[in-house]
């Protein structure tokens, strides 16, 4: 059974930075797609980044380029979002998600097979 467990969500001002920590578990992940979704109240779960576990392949979101990056270490079966210079936009719940079939290119949820609980980010202004 997979297992993903977020960390790292918190307070922090625009400007500021948090680094989230995703913890995979219960299986071998070499040919996972590994992605950060976030979903703000009222809004639909949308696509934030995506790294791929054996190459290190990576995809972003436009809203986040250049100022979120997506890194894993194989050691720790752990997958990172380092987040700098955040935004009020980007307050919402973050969620890790793995999936053995896809892309780092699949940015649509609903193809995700395992999902983290979330860790809530507020970024106030």
């Known amino acids: 059974q997979v297992q993903l467990v977020e960390s790292g969500g918190g307070l922090v001002q625009a400007g500021g930075s948090l680094r989230l920590s995703c913890v995979a578990s219960?299986?071998?992940?070499?040919?996972?797609?590994m992605g950060w979704f976030r979903q703000a109240p009222g809004k639909e779960r949308e696509f934030v980044a995506a790294?791929?576990?054996?190459?290190?392949?990576?995809n972003y979101a436009d809203s986040v380029k250049g100022r979120f990056t997506i890194s894993r270490d194989n050691a720790k079966n752990t997958v990172y979002l380092q987040m700098n210079s955040l935004k009020p936009e980007d307050t919402a719940v973050y969620y890790c998600?793995?999936?053995?079939?896809?892309?780092?290119?699949?940015?649509?949820?609903?193809?995700?097979?395992?999902w983290g609980q979330g860790t809530q980010v507020t970024v106030s202004s």
């Open positions: 790294i791929s576990w054996s190459v290190g392949r990576t």
């Open positions: 219960g299986r071998t992940f070499s040919s996972y797609a």
């Open positions: 998600a793995a999936d053995s079939a896809l892309s780092v290119r699949t940015v649509d949820p609903a193809l995700f097979d395992y």
